[in-house]
């Protein structure tokens, strides 16, 4: 007796070269039975010989080549060549769960379930000080979400009704998709369990500015288009973010500034002070992230710190938008060793 296809696994990569290998192997390692799920592998013009190490590895693969890259191109290219009723979509440097769509795929019987994810979390947090700070970046509360990350497990008719991913956008791809479905009528669910890890790689200051640039970008794009909306996304966060970065821009100037004028250290102390004091009040805030207070206090400082090249993103987006132009992909992540 034949096993009914369940699942197709959409796996989205460029020059993922190791990364890759590793996806995959977690993919045929997952506990379903064999022939309820496929893989499909969809590669940006990759460079590194990915397509043939996929396609060896057991996966369908496509490539695409867009003028302008956009991870929504590569998973509507991934859901055009899926053949099961859900669909599963990874990003080349993850690795799943095994037991995560085991977990999920009941869940999908109420028929007004859409989404299902679960934890991402970092492979490598002590690899720097990067990785481990923004691994925290990951966790969400358990229950009823707005939306998902790039990892999640959908029902193809959710997708279908939506018609897919926005290719248009650069970033907040998912958050889009999630909030057309939710004004349908459709489900977000985020459950506590594991279901991905993920090598972020990031030991560079220049891969920290441009992955907060991109949020930004996102912000402004994806807040403009429901602010008029029944169901308005990032709204609050993308205002604030426009109101706190100049603060925070301005006040290591005013204690250098007076302290320079008054001749004394006490303007810039002053000022050190008040910084300190917003990074560990951040950190207490997200207490229910981590029971670590080193990095819960570097957490804190990266949540203002951050609020900088956000805020770039965001007029980097409207500078665009003013000069009817379109930004490329904002890439943080090099090409793997």
């Known amino acids: 007796m034949s096993t009914q296809l369940l699942v197709s696994v959409v796996v989205i990569g460029r020059n993922e070269g190791p990364r890759l290998r590793r996806c995959l192997d977690s993919i045929r390692a997952m506990r379903l039975p064999a022939g309820s ?3 499909v592998y969809v590669d940006s013009d990759s460079t590194d010989g990915s397509p043939a190490e996929a396609e060896a590895g057991g ?4 490539v695409v080549r867009p003028e302008r890259p956009a991870a929504a191109i590569g998973r509507n290219a991934g859901l055009r060549t899926a053949a099961a009723p859900f669909v599963l979509f990874l990003d080349g440097d993850t690795v799943l769960d095994p ?3 085991a977990t999920s795929l009941p869940l999908f019987d109420d028929a007004t379930v859409a989404v299902v994810s679960g934890h991402r979390r970092e492979l490598y947090p002590e690899r720097s000080l990067y990785n481990r700070v923004l691994d925290l970046d990951w966790i969400g509360p358990a229950g009823e979400a707005d939306f998902c990350g790039g990892d999640a497990l959908i029902r193809r008719d959710a997708l279908a009704a939506v018609d897919g991913y926005d290719e ?5 791809e998912e958050p889009d998709m999630c909030t057309r479905m939710r004004q349908l009528g459709w489900r977000i669910l985020r459950l506590d369990c594991p279901m991905t890890g993920h090598d972020l790689a990031m030991t560079r200051w220049s891969q920290y500015w441009r992955r907060a640039v991109r949020t930004g970008h996102a912000y402004a794009e994806v807040s403009a288009r429901y602010r008029a909306s029944a169901t308005p996304l990032w709204q609050a966060e993308a205002h604030a973010n426009w109101v706190r970065a100049p ?3 301005a006040l290591p100037l005013t204690g250098l500034a007076g302290s320079l004028l008054l001749r004394s250290p006490l303007p810039a102390l002053v000022v050190t002070g008040l910084l300190a004091v917003l990074a560990l009040r951040s ?3 997200f207490a229910w992230k981590s029971t670590d207070w080193l990095t819960l206090i570097l957490y804190g400082v990266h949540s203002h710190l951050q609020q900088i090249p956000i805020y770039w993103g965001q007029l980097t987006y409207w500078r665009h938008r003013r000069a009817g132009r379109r930004q490329r992909l904002i890439e943080y992540k090099g090409d793997s060793a």
């Open 37 to 39: 799920f496929e893989i």
């Open 283 to 285: 950190a207490r805030r």
């Open 247 to 249: 603060i925070l821009l």
């Open 168 to 172: 248009t956008l650069i970033a907040g």
């Open 59 to 62: 996966a369908r693969v496509c």
């Open 99 to 101: 037991d995560f769509v």
